[in-house]
């Protein structure tokens, strides 16, 4: 990535946005953008004030930011409902008969509910949940599929004041437990199942291994399949028996601004996933922001983010940011490549999206699945595309723009973490001139820099930590029941300043350049896994003596997974064993988590001090090609060579 990152810079290659795109758009120069940026910077609470105004309070704030270093309190006295600003107030105006979703299924069924039908439907499952017992502050497990259900789900959690908390599912029942344990979940919504690729992912019978010994009194199960599940009276219900018969009026009551909206685990350095915990008002206000202003939001926008309910992409850009601005959302259920390579490109053809949003992962597929896919289709109803959750090399940009956008749409590189809530840096598509892999510059009112660890500003160009330096709304809050950890993660780093484990460089014209991370996080087509998380998995495996987990650049998917891995004594390792572990860490953690390559060694290297040497690691996984599937038998007599040579690590 980075030698590619470094050609670009040497080329500097930049693309103004087209003219007619700025005509019309919400900041159509990058004078307009410095002018705003000043604005937001000289004065954040008049600027983050302005923005909240444009959401639904029942009582107005006293003050915009208390902020006492690492806890901000945004628009502190406020009180607000969610789900108003996303519903309530759109239905009483033309968009009630908007269409808010527009929904495809894998096997090619569909539904299209309006901001009425979604109220309405939302509204009823608030009083389902209600009589199952649900109640403020009560956290709620959502386990689901990409259907509509989870829409309603997570907004009738927040109408209720119910924190969510979504796990993707495609992780593991293990997972599930673990999250809904650390949650302390009291229900748990699911579904018989979800297509994918054809086939149906088991949902339902996850959660059953997963609640095994578990507190959980509920279980609410939505019909996607017809699949046959396992059944526990008393606790499981059909969604559609409790949710059809409720009423469609709910009252909404006002919550605290800082009232918890939800948690959403994410990997950090360490084994244990960390429950990002974001709040109401300062997180809503980043996340319809961030939508309107970086995508330039029409009413007549089908907006397409292709990211799962199950990441923090899918909540602000599925669910909240979309719906906040009344704008259609259009969300598909399945694979990219069900029943062919095109089913995107048809579904943009088909509906008439026009803004679409995806991974850089999911670029570089569509790129080697061959052009004649969106040639087959007619994607003139696009006029915006967008980037995110990883690092876009330059050569997936061009090839989104030219065979995606017909050189004609604007791309928008957008960076930003579970914890930020929305996105930071990115170009505003009528004003900033694009470079292909460079996520451009912040947005107003978020103050980014590039920093050496004692704080002083890189020079042009200069490698550092990627920081922001003042808080801003939609700012994690915590990390679920752990203050302290979140304190030493955020803001133990670089000392004053927020830190989430990102390198980066800025160029010569204030271009920000994300170099990917720098801890023991590593990024697999765009998920993000800890080292620490996948080792645990392998040790918890008994023929398992000791792993080292490292990441190893990879064309397609970023980067992927090489696990180092010492055997106990009497243990055989072949290519038998190798499977077995892989299968493991995918029962342990979910298939995105399974090494792609499995090498064993005699033992693993490591510094006087006792440390497994894991630079050295990563260059014996990058310095040798992908070998997939087959077991690999370290010479340890190299490794110890090498090892000598690493031996200034420890
Ligand atoms: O390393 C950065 C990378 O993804 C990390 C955040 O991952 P997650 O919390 O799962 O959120 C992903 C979706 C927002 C970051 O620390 N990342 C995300 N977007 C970009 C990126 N790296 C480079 N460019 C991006 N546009």
């Not at 992962?361 to 790129?367: L, N, P």
């Amino acid at each position: 990535m980075s030698s590619s990152i470094t050609s670009v810079l040497t080329e500097n290659r930049s693309f103004p946005p087209p003219k007619e795109f700025s005509a019309g758009a919400k900041v159509g120069s990058m004078a307009d953008y410095e002018a705003l940026y000043r604005r937001a910077d000289q004065d954040p609470d008049g600027f983050w004030g302005d923005v909240a105004g444009e959401l639904a309070w029942e009582k107005k704030w006293s003050r915009v930011l208390d902020w006492k270093l690492p806890d901000a309190r945004w628009f502190v006295g406020g009180a607000l409902n969610l789900s108003v600003s996303c519903l309530d107030r759109h239905v009483s105006t033309w968009r009630k008969n908007k269409a808010a979703l527009i929904w495809e299924g894998e096997p090619g069924d569909s539904r299209v509910l309006t901001y009425g039908q979604l109220h309405r439907e939302v509204c009823k499952a608030a009083n389902a949940l209600t009589a199952l017992g649900v109640k403020q502050g009560d956290f709620v497990a959502i386990y689901l599929p990409m259907v509509p259900e989870a829409v309603i789900a997570m907004l009738a959690c927040a109408r209720l004041g119910a924190p969510h908390t979504v796990v993707f599912g495609g992780f593991s029942a293990e997972a599930l437990a673990d999250r809904i344990k650390d949650a302390g979940a009291k229900i748990v919504i699911t579904a018989d199942g979800g297509w994918r690729r054809g086939a149906i992912v088991p949902l339902k019978d996850n959660v059953d291994r997963a609640l095994e010994g578990s507190s959980v009194q509920k279980v609410v199960v939505v019909k996607r399949c017809a699949n046959q599940v396992a059944w526990r009276d008393g606790r499981d219900v059909w969604w559609h028996d409790v949710v059809d018969k409720a009423s469609v009026k709910h009252e909404p009551k006002a919550f605290d601004s800082e009232h918890p909206l939800f948690s959403l685990y994410t990997s950090g350095t360490t084994g244990k996933p960390k429950g990002i915990l974001h709040t109401t008002g300062g997180y809503l206000t980043g996340a319809y922001y961030t939508t309107k202003m970086v995508f330039d939001l029409r009413d007549d926008d089908i907006f397409w983010c292709t990211a799962d309910i199950g990441w923090v992409t899918g909540h602000s850009y599925v669910v909240y940011g979309p719906l906040a601005n009344g704008a259609t959302v259009l969300m598909y259920e399945g694979a990219p490549n069900q029943p062919g390579p095109d089913r995107f490109w048809d579904i943009i053809a088909k509906w008439g999206v026009t803004v679409f949003y995806t991974a850089p992962t999911a670029i570089r597929a569509f790129m080697r699945w061959g052009d004649e896919w969106p040639a087959k289709h007619d994607l003139s109803s696009l006029r915006l595309l967008g980037s995110v959750g990883e690092p876009i090399n330059p050569e997936a940009w061009m090839w989104y723009r030219k065979q995606i956008g017909a050189d004609r749409c604007p791309i928008v590189d957008t960076w930003w973490q579970t914890e930020t809530g929305a996105i930071m840096i990115s170009p505003l598509p009528g004003a900033t001139p694009t470079k292909p892999g460079s996520a451009t510059r912040p947005l107003p009112g978020i103050a980014a820099d590039v920093v050496l660890k004692d704080g002083t500003p890189c020079k042009a160009n200069e490698g550092g930590f990627l920081v922001i330096k003042k808080p801003w709304p939609s700012m994690l809050r915590t990390i679920f029941g752990d203050h302290d950890r979140f304190q030493k993660t955020y803001f133990g780093e670089v000392a004053g300043v927020y830190f989430a484990g990102d390198g980066a460089r800025k160029d010569e014209d204030g271009y920000f350049w994300v170099m990917g991370r720098v801890d023991d996080v590593i990024n697999v087509a765009g998920h993000r896994l800890s080292t620490m998380e996948v080792e645990s998995a392998l040790v918890s495996h008994p023929k398992v003596a000791e792993a080292a987990v490292v990441g190893r650049p990879d064309e397609l998917k970023g980067q992927a997974i090489v696990a180092f891995v010492t055997p106990r004594q009497g243990f055989v390792a072949d290519d038998a064993l190798a499977k077995e572990l892989r299968e493991h860490v995918s029962a342990q953690i979910g298939a995105l988590a399974r090494p792609e390559e499995i090498r064993f060694a005699e033992a693993l290297p490591k510094t006087r001090s006792g440390k497994i040497m894991r630079r050295l690691l990563r260059e014996v996984a990058s310095g040798s090609k992908a070998r997939g599937d087959t077991t690999t038998l370290e010479d340890q007599g190299v490794l110890e060579k090498l090892a000598q040579s690493f031996s200034n690590e420890d």
